[in-house]
């Protein structure tokens, strides 16, 4: 089916969908469609769209994580609307804090609505994995500014609630819009980024003042943090299989050290872009 680019303002351009795939897939304007670049060809896909719109949940009598947990499968499976009874008005609006682009519409003792105010979301997931790789190596370099006294225990937990956040961002991104081929990988890749940034904490915690193994753990997630943005497999490995080989595990801090490396060496492949 050939169609004629329409030129609209200065620099853009526009073609027209068919109007019986547009009444297929029950598409109205201002709605939104995915599209997938590859090579020269584009992908126009809106069937991912549809999907999740309202949920209701009944939270009440439950535990605080069991609340957030409820609410975060409801959130990461793509829901526009969450409709939440309970009766723990202030943990509901603790929980709503770390959903990104979510907002508490209602909000009572016993009844709140959660609502979607994203209408057009980020086109590239690229953009979403190379956000959470700059938080990751950003974690990293905070640990190290805590072995040299410049943080609190309490800023490297935020810095790792902040990458927690954009990470089920992410899941909600590729649950909801993301039709590529390559999602699993990149649901792989973040429950990976995820893990390490809970180690990361744990190695804070105890690191004190060791500011050389902290620099070390800088310096490699760093580089692993260049290398997701560049999509640099071949370097991402060879750094890492080198911050693994070279570490020591005589104490406990070193021995946590050691997993981190050896949680982004095992999982590396998900950097992979073709197989």
Known sequence: MERKLVKQGRDALTVTLPAKWIQQKGLKA???VNLDIKDS????????LSKHSEISLNVTGFERSMIWHTI???YISGYDSISITHDNPSIIQYHSRFLIGMILEKHTATKSILRSMIAVPESDI???LRRIGHMFGQLALSVED???GKLTIEDVKDQERLLDTNIYYCFRFINKYNTQQDSYRHFLLCSTIESAGDVLVQIAKRIKKDTKLANTIAINCAEYSKCLYSNDFEKAYS???TFRNKLEQKTFVEGL???LAEILYNYVGYLVKKY
């Open 30 to 32: 201002g709605n939104s």
């Open 239 to 241: 750094v890492l299989r």
């Open 257 to 259: 050290t050691f997993e």
């Open 41 to 48: 060809s584009i992908i126009v896909s809106a069937g991912a």
């Open 126 to 128: 690229s953009s979403i």
């Open 146 to 148: 805590l072995s040299k």
């Open 72 to 74: 975060l499968g409801a």
